[in-house]
T-cell receptor, first 116, second 113 residues
Framework: NAGVTQTPKFRVLKTGQSMTLLCAQD?????MYWYRQDPGMGLRLIHY???????AKGEVPDGYNVSRLKKQNFLLGLESAAPSQTSVYFC???????????????FGPGTRLTVT | GNSVTQMEGPVTLSEEAFLTINCTYT??????LFWYVQYPGEGLQLLLK???ADDKGSNKGFEATYRKETTSFHLEKGSVQVSDSAVYFCALSATDSNYQLIWGAGTKLIIKP
């Protein structure tokens, strides 16, 4: 099992450009999450999904959109990148309700995004 | 509401020292409790967990005991190594936490040889 993978690992954007970060998991998990992590700060939840075709806002959703068209994939989009979105982005997944440890999260390796 | 409070870092220790990183929580019901570790340049990985009161989670020489009476889940290790240098996150999952883990702010641990 590859677990949770993220594409790309690094990216540099200019202000106003758009991009999509891809997260994939092969553990058949129901729930998926996107976080950002800034220097000296903890994790902040951007959006999450509790199943295929569903998405919900987290703590810091502004400037981001997500889609979960397939159970194994969770896409994070930046429509018009801003320097404030420079960060490291982590994707995670968990089994979901009606499973042991439903919210125990498994993380990807991260995507380092710089917006100039 | 649910919350997790961790001791602020960085925590700097010498190799072979005893480690304690404090974590206290507020939650309704009976949450599960987790410690995650993030090594430099990597994603988070689960270090240990406990799902009910008085459970002790352990892994790689680290231990934490779920204390409901003090609402705490302190991380301990008897003899740290340079390779333990990382950021440690305490987290909880509660039945009313809306499908999310509630995270502490993280504690950076620096071990000097």
């Amino acid at each position: 099992n590859a677990g949770v993978t993220q594409t790309p690992k690094f990216r540099v954007l200019k202000t106003g450009q758009s991009m999509t970060l891809l997260c994939a998991q092969d553990m058949n998990h129901e729930y998926m999450y996107w976080y950002r992590q800034d220097p000296g700060m903890g994790l902040r939840l951007i959006h999450y999904s509790v199943g295929e075709g569903t998405t919900a806002k987290g703590e810091v959703p502004d400037g981001y959109n997500v889609s979960r068209l397939k159970k194994q994939n969770f896409l994070l989009g930046l429509e018009s990148a801003a320097p404030s979105q420079t960060s490291v982005y982590f994707c995670a997944s968990s089994r979901g309700l009606d499973n042991p440890d439903p919210l125990e999260q498994y993380f990807g390796p991260g995507t380092r995004l710089t917006v100039t | 509401g649910n919350s997790v409070t961790q001791m602020e870092g960085p925590v700097t220790l010498s190799e072979e020292a005893f480690l304690t990183i404090n974590c206290t929580y507020t939650a309704t019901g009976y949450p599960s409790l987790f410690w995650y570790v993030q090594y430099p340049g990597e994603g988070l990985q689960l270090l240990l967990k406990a799902t009910k009161a008085d459970d002790k989670g352990s892994n790689k020489g680290f231990e934490a005991t779920y204390r409901k009476e003090t609402t705490s889940f302190h991380l301990e290790k008897g003899s740290v190594q340079v390779s333990d240098s990382a950021v440690y996150f305490c987290a909880l999952s509660a039945t009313d936490s809306n499908y999310q883990l509630i995270w502490g702010a993280g504690t950076k641990l620096i071990i000097k040889p």
